[in-house]
Structure formats: structure tokens, C-alpha cells
Nanobody, 122 residues
């Protein structure tokens, strides 16, 4: 059974930083592209960043470029999202997901975690 478990969310002031993680089990982790999505209240889930199988290719949405950094540790079956210069508009539930290939749409991702809340206060 595939499980993706996010951790590390919380409350932070605007301009602050937070690192969230996603631990995977039940799948051959190194064969999956991993992505982070987020969903704010009343909004659709949106793509944040994707990272390829060995971590040498990444793709970010424009609004987080230069502020967020994704990484993965295939030995630990874990991906990370370092978020700096956080703004109130970054407030959302953040989800990790696994896909067979790089993609930016939710339907392309096969497995999903339950999400972790990130709240940025102004």
C-alpha cells in the first residue's frame, strides 16, 4: 500500500521560512517524479513544484521561483520543500504527490498524501 505522509507545516509570520517534508512508502520511490501542490480555502488545488527521479530537474510555478526549493533524498524516500520569504498568499494545505513522469496537472499524479497546513500571518 502506497503512503505519502507530509510533515512540518505550521504557522509562520510573513517573511519567514518553513521546511516541509513528505515520506513515501510502498512504492519504488526513485522511479517516480514527485510534486508539491497546494490548495487554499475556496480555491482549486494548484501545482507548486515538481522534481524528477534523481533530482537534477525541477519545475516551479512562477510565483514561488527564487523563494521555494525542492529536493529529494532517494535513500530516505523523502522529498522536502524549503519555503523562504513566505507571504500570506502562500497559506494553503500543501500536498505531495507521485507521478510516473514530470507533469503539472493533478490528474497526472497517481498517489497523494493527506496534506499539511501552512499558514502565513501578515
Amino acid at each position: 500500500q502506497v503512503q505519502l505522509v507530509e510533515s512540518g507545516g505550521g504557522l509562520v509570520q510573513a517573511g519567514g521560512s518553513l521546511r516541509i517534508a513528505c515520506a513515501a512508502s510502498g512504492l519504488t520511490f526513485s522511479r517516480y517524479v514527485m510534486g508539491w501542490f497546494r490548495q487554499a480555502p475556496g480555491k482549486e488545488r494548484e501545482f507548486v513544484v515538481g522534481i524528477n527521479w534523481i533530482g537534477e530537474r525541477t519545475y516551479y510555478r512562477d510565483s514561488v521561483k527564487g523563494r521555494f526549493t525542492v529536493s529529494r533524498d532517494n535513500a530516505k524516500n523523502t522529498i522536502y520543500l524549503q519555503m523562504n520569504s513566505l507571504q500570506p498568499e502562500d497559506t494553503a494545505v500543501y500536498y505531495c504527490a507521485a507521478a510516473p513522469g514530470m507533469a503539472v496537472t493533478t490528474k497526472s499524479y497517481q498517489y497523494w498524501g493527506q496534506g499539511t497546513q501552512v499558514t502565513v500571518s501578515s
